[in-house]
């Protein structure tokens, strides 16, 4: 499955240059954008920003939501999320009552499946239309999300991922993954072995030792992003693990011209599934991600895994960016 439309590769950055979440200049891709091309004045007021895995604007990861994006191009659509600037925008499409179709545009490229976008735009149509069950079809498949109000009065939504998987990766992979991190094997966790999760897209999962080492994380943009493009990741799935109810999370995004993702709700139900794939986990169980903090944007990601089927669900609150 390829997750992404291919683009050339962005300048080298790490996440010690600038702030992590705002996109490089978007590149020429198999998506043209034409040098004059702008976004009107219409297009922009179709789009609505929100934060996904916090409720408070200033936590969470970013994301515009398009409630009705019939009659965009894909073109029209890229061109939008490039505007917007956020690491995804996600473009709903209605099928029927409570029932969409769903496309996401980081500003570089197409994703199959984004967790903190769906979040956002499950909590706009909740808005809109009430709570309860939503159904998004997606290219990753089709994602459940089931929204409601919370003991505070805000609003949070679970989604449903498509069922996980987890594969080995090849020794010579991981070596230069550890290389443009700068880590070294003796930085991993032994009780949390490297492996290739799967929620919606391909993430690496790769475990720190020490709390430390995660908070210091600087790595090679390019190297990083030329790998992750060959080997079809979508983020890095880097984690800490505080206790077995509690885990803290980094994810680079370089295929999507981001140096961090603040809230990663993809990677968090690969990672979900990891931890049952591998016998780490009894299921039922459930425990909380805690991503964004060493970046300044706080976000919690409320993970469940099920004891009799492999699909992982992620539950996050939402609030509008003024």
């Not at 091309?37 to 994301?63: I, K």
């Not at 019939?70 to 490039?82: K, Y």
């Not at 939504?157 to 987890?166: D, E, N, Q, R």
């Not at 020794?171 to 929620?199: C, M, N, V």
Request: proline share 6%.
């Amino acid at each position: 499955m390829s997750d992404l439309v291919p683009t050339s590769a962005p300048r080298n950055r790490t996440s010690g240059d600038r702030d992590a979440t705002q996109p490089q200049e978007t590149a020429k891709r198999e998506i043209q954008l034409d040098a004059t091309t702008t976004v009107d004045r219409g297009e922009a007021e179709r789009v609505q920003r929100l934060v996904g895995f916090s409720s408070d604007p200033n936590g969470g990861n970013p994301a515009g939501v398009v409630l009705d994006a019939v009659g965009l191009s894909d073109a029209d659509m890229l061109r939008i999320a490039a505007d917007v600037g956020y690491s995804e925008t996600a473009f709903v499409f209605p099928r029927g009552e409570r029932e969409h179709d769903i496309r996401f545009f980081s500003p570089k490229a197409e994703v199959s499946f984004c967790g903190h976008a769906t979040i956002a735009t499950a909590v706009a149509l909740a808005e809109r239309d009430g709570t309860g069950r939503i159904d998004l079809h997606t290219r990753a498949g089709l994602i459940t999300v089931d929204t409601q109000v919370d003991g505070s009065g805000r609003p949070t939504a679970t989604l449903t991922s498509v069922p996980t998987s987890v594969r080995d990766v090849e020794p010579a992979i991981l070596d230069e993954a550890l290389a443009a991190l700068g880590w070294s094997g003796d930085d991993l966790d032994p009780d949390l072995p490297p492996r290739i999760a799967f929620g919606g897209n391909d993430h690496l999962v790769l475990a720190v030792s020490t709390r430390e080492k995660l908070a210091a994380l600087s790595y090679d943009f390019d190297r990083l992003g030329k790998l992750m493009a060959d080997q079809d990741w979508t983020t890095l799935q880097l984690v800490w693990r505080e206790s077995p109810e509690l885990f803290h999370a980094r994810d680079p995004f370089p295929p999507g011209g981001v140096v961090e993702d603040a809230a990663t709700g993809a990677a968090a139900a690969a990672f979900g599934g990891y931890l049952k794939h591998l016998g780490l986990v009894t299921p039922p169980t459930a425990f909380r991600i805690h991503q964004g903090f060493d970046m300044g944007r706080p976000s919690i990601l409320d993970v469940e895994v099920a004891a009799d089927h492999d699909r992982i669900r992620v539950t996050g609150t939402a609030a509008r960016i003024q």
